[in-house]
């Protein structure tokens, strides 16, 4: 199951502060990783997939995984 919480920043610095939110959108996986910017549904399960371990179950057998279509120009990976 995947649960998923949207918080507007503005209106709860407290987790801004926590988090250290510096511009949206920044989604946190687990609480041990994040991606900053907008991404592609693509990009945000293949991250959300290394997090559990289980980046295996979004690769297609025959074809490399990655390339441009992975992630948007405004994205940027981070632990």
Request: proline share 5%; aromatic share 2%; charged share 25%.
């Amino acid at each position: 199951m995947v649960q998923a919480e949207v918080v507007e920043a503005q209106e709860f610095p407290h987790l801004s502060q926590a988090h250290q939110v510096r511009a949206v959108p920044k989604t946190i996986i687990n609480g041990v990783s994040e991606v900053l910017g907008a991404v592609n549904e693509r990009a945000l399960l293949q991250k959300v997939l290394s997090v559990v371990g289980q980046e295996d179950l979004l690769e297609e057998k025959g074809k490399p995984s990655g390339g441009d279509a992975d992630s948007g120009p405004t994205s940027i990976f981070g632990r």
